[in-house]
């Protein structure tokens, strides 16, 4: 059964920086695209950053410049590398893959997600 799981996260200062990851466990064929949201109290869930092909990134305005996110395609994983932390930055993170199984099928997955606390 193929899942997602998130390390890292944690509390920071603001200005501090902090790296989540997430590895997919599990027999997949190959990667279309992982990605990293965020829902903080009493908000929607957002999308943070996106990458596509192992390659094109995507990245929401409120995080742009200080974020970055990769896909390791060998070890099957995913970080999110976050600089700058500014309270607003709290939330639960949330890592999602889109997923081709061995048996031709294209899915979507989810992590059980990781708190991000920024405060001084």
């Known amino acids: 059964q193929v899942q997602l799981v998130e390390s890292g996260g944690g509390l920071a200062q603001p200005g501090g920086s902090l790296r989540l990851a997430c590895k997919i466990t599990g027999s997949i064929f190959s990667i279309a695209s992982m990605a990293w949201y965020r829902q903080a109290p009493g908000k929607q869930r957002e999308m943070v950053a996106r990458?596509?092909?192992?390659?094109?990134?995507h990245y929401a305005d409120s995080v742009k410049g200080r974020f970055t996110i990769s896909e390791d395609n060998a070890n099957e994983s995913s970080d999110l590398h976050m600089s700058s932390l500014k309270p607003e930055d709290t939330a639960v993170y949330y890592c999602?893959?889109?997923?081709?199984?061995?048996?031709?099928?294209?899915?979507?997955?989810w992590g059980q997600g990781t708190q991000v606390t920024v405060s001084s």
């Open positions: 999602n893959a889109q997923l081709v199984v061995p048996d031709g099928y294209q899915s979507d997955y």
């Open positions: 990458i596509t092909a192992g390659t094109t990134t």
